[in-house]
């Protein structure tokens, strides 16, 4: 990356790099690349991974990459951005961009810019905010599912998987995870799965089957609710996100229930998004 604008005292910059999908939360969605010091022509060669990119994103996200300069003693200073849909981008092809950097003009709003004055990650989050409009749901991360319904064993099996760019909940930048399942409508609340706890992670792996014993024709009247929570000794476990699959599901929630009983004694894994709140349709969420 040659040409970067001196930041620093010494004519130079420590530039880093940091990624963002968008829309999306900040913090549950953000890699960043290690930093380079005393350079205006970083080399970096790092790879960033998102894992759970549904076609759904590929549709209509946007990968915000943005170049900020390293300050031990001070706030990290914004460089400058580039934008890439993800539309732009094709299956198991590498595309390689040559774009100049634009540097955004912070929100007309009191607290945009003493939010710019603060730091560009105050000045990112609200960006955000706006971008996403009033109304959307806070995505907190992804989780990898399976479903298939069994016919020898008549009922349908829930393989909670792994998670992926999970929301921070602790102080110390990590969440100790795990999954939840019901199947509601759930009369005898009889319905309830738990994973095992994974400590210090974002990225949790599980690998985790649960059962549920019903006739295939019952279960499109019902509706999986999974939520993952943020394990906490000696108070209550903190919600990190879920999500709600069945017939009044939209999306790929929809399609990954609609398949699985349209394909039964077939194992169907997708993608999910963990969002803040679950759908209406969901009802109101358990005790952790």
């Known amino acids: 990356m040659p040409g970067l604008k001196p930041m620093d005292f010494n004519g130079l910059a420590d530039p880093y ?16 690349t290690k930093t380079q010091r ?35 003693l001070s706030h990290n200073e914004f ?11 094709k299956p198991s092809q590498k595309k390689h961009f040559n774009i100049c950097l634009e540097r955004q003009v912070p929100l007309a709003s009191p607290s945009s810019m003493s939010a710019a004055l603060r730091g560009i990650s105050c000045y990112l989050k609200e960006l955000e905010q706006a971008e996403q409009g009033p109304g959307l749901l806070e995505e907190r991360g992804r989780i990898l599912l399976s479903l298939s319904y069994s016919s ?24 100790d995870p795990y999954v939840k399942t019901y ?18 992670t974002l990225n ?25 929570w943020d394990y906490d000794i000696g108070k209550s476990n903190d919600f990190i996100g879920g999500v709600s ?11 990954h229930w609609n398949d699985c009983l349209q394909q039964p004694d077939t194992a169907l894994e997708r993608w999910h998004t963990l969002t803040s709140e679950l759908p209406p349709a969901a009802g109101a969420l358990p005790s952790a």
Not at 17 to 32: S, Y
Not at 45 to 64: A, F, M, P, Q, W
Not at 215 to 226: P, R
């Open 79 to 89: 460089i400058g951005e580039i934008r890439v849909p993800l539309r732009r981008l």
């Open 183 to 200: 199947l509601r409508p759930d009369v005898d609340k009889k319905s309830k799965h738990k994973t095992g706890v994974k400590k210090k």
């Open 152 to 175: 020898p064993r008549r009922g349908l099996l829930v393989g909670i998987l792994r998670c992926a760019h999970l929301a921070a909940m602790d102080v110390n930048g990590y969440s």
């Open 204 to 228: 949790p792996e599980f690998n985790e089957e649960f059962f549920y014993e019903m006739e295939l024709s019952a279960l499109a009247t019902k509706t999986l609710e999974v939520t993952v």
């Open 245 to 255: 699959l069945g017939a009044g599901a939209r999306g790929e929630a929809r399609k």
């Open 17 to 32: 790099v940091k990624v963002h999908l968008l829309p999306g939360a900040c913090k549950a969605n953000k890699l960043k």
């Open 38 to 72: 005393n350079t205006l022509n970083p080399v970096w060669n790092e790879d960033l991974t998102y894992s759970g990119i549904t076609d759904e994103d590929i549709s209509h996200k946007v990968l915000r990459i943005s170049v900020c300069d390293e300050d031990k």
